[in-house]
């Protein structure tokens, strides 16, 4: 809708229409209506209905769909019109994800303009545009506070959504394809990771010598490393190779309750509130990173550093691929993408199987020490001296 909540295309006989959220359309008073709207793609009629006074039809699906709708006014048709987004305004809106979630989730907003040549604007978090944008000047990112006067031909939601059960603002469960993909799905791509380009600061290494950046942090305990000398034995790995081990967690100690969880011991400290195109720096010029299924190993693998993924809570079809997955098979696995569970995302203790017994977070805690080492020493030129 523009500013006056007025749909924003202006058809005949007063008649206005979007693709915002679905196909609308409105028709005025006076006259009697009918309004069909078909999927073109599949040739499918979803919605026909008469109508006698000023009304607003609006389509049960808010995902990318190819509609067309017609308009007949006193039984005769005035009124066909076919969705093409070609140099029309369009509005990708993800600012409700996680860093992670944008960059599973921005590639396939890329891929959306190329194919269909709209004018895109992508709303985002705020702290991603200057990540993005640099990266991608033909397409507009905004914050979600940002001043927006566009009148947007379409828009699409591309977010998580939970208990859609009717598949309505996605066309299937997030948790079945995984976090990767679902943003394809939800825009009518072909459903394979899309890696985005990002920026990261200027300047080359930030150190000469050999290095690996590590985030031992996550949005939710269910996602951390329990192993309770795991880091720390890590770090010492690393370091008897010829590796200097760089924190890159934003906080120093992190976690909730009576489950805080401090950066290992011996590692680097380049923690804090950084840009993330500092982080991208680091990450970029790392030789590999270590991490969880959070943000930052995401942003390492735009950068195209390798990912060594340390997770047991999500099924490794979740995220991007990477050939150094780290998960245990013979404990509880993989509940964040079992569709019979769903994410309690007020509760950072989230553990739907085993919450307050002594299997609570299994998936992580059984993660052993000398499993990651061997995935480690998988990386090709691991510990090589240059």
């Known amino acids: 809708m523009n500013n006056d909540g007025v749909l924003t295309q202006e058809g005949p006989e007063g008649i206005r229409y979007d693709f915002q959220d679905g196909c609308r359309v409105w028709v005025p008073d006076g006259a009697k209506w009918r309004i069909e709207l078909y999927d073109s793609q599949t040739d499918s009629l979803l ?13 049960s699906k808010r995902f990318y769909v190819p509609f067309e709708f017609k308009v007949w006014k006193e039984d005769k048709l005035i009124f066909t019109h076919l969705c093409e987004l070609q140099d029309k305004e369009v509005l990708i809106s993800m600012e409700l994800g996680g860093l992670g979630d944008h960059l599973a989730w ?55 959504f939970f208990n ?17 993909v679902m943003g394809a799905y939800i825009l009518g791509l072909s459903p394979h990771e899309r890696r985005p380009n990002v920026v990261a600061d200027p300047g080359g290494r930030p150190i000469k010598e050999r290095y690996v950046c590590i985030a031992s942090q996550a949005s939710g305990m269910s996602k951390y490393w329990h192993n309770p000398s795991g880091w720390s034995e890590i770090v010492k790995f690393l370091k008897e190779n010829g590796y200097r081990v760089i924190c890159i967690d934003r906080s120093r100690i992190e976690g909730s309750g009576d ?8 590692v680097e400290d380049e923690t804090g509130e950084r840009p993330l195109t500092e982080r991208a720096r680091w990450l970029k010029h790392a030789d590999f990173f270590v991490g969880l299924s959070s943000g930052l190993s995401w942003l390492a693998w735009a950068v195209e550093t390798p990912v ?54 299994e998936c992580g805690r059984s993660i052993s020490l000398h499993h990651v080492k061997s995935v480690i020493k998988s990386i090709p030129g691991f510990g090589v001296q240059s």
């Open 259 to 266: 489950m805080l969880r401090p950066i290992p011991y011996g």
């Open 106 to 160: 921005v590639g396939h907003a890329i891929a959306f303009q190329e194919r269909h040549g709209c004018r895109l604007t992508c709303k985002v978090n705020k702290n991603l545009v200057p990540l993005l944008s640099g990266a991608y000047p033909h397409i507009r990112f905004i914050g979600p506070d940002s001043e927006d006067d566009r009148f947007y031909y379409a828009q699409y939601k591309v977010l998580v």
């Open 47 to 59: 919605f026909q209905h008469k109508i006698e006074s000023s009304s607003l039809v609006q389509s």
């Open 164 to 180: 859609d059960h009717d598949r309505n603002f996605q066309p299937n469960d997030y948790r079945q394809v995984g976090l990767a």
């Open 308 to 361: 060594v993924m340390i997770s047991g809570y999500t099924e490794p079809y979740n995220e991007f691929y990477t050939p150094y997955r780290v998960i245990n098979r013979h404990v509880c696995n993989g509940c964040a993408n079992d569709v019979t569970k769903t994410l309690e995302t007020t509760d950072r203790q989230f553990c739907p199987n085993h919450k307050g017994t002594d299997r609570m977070f």
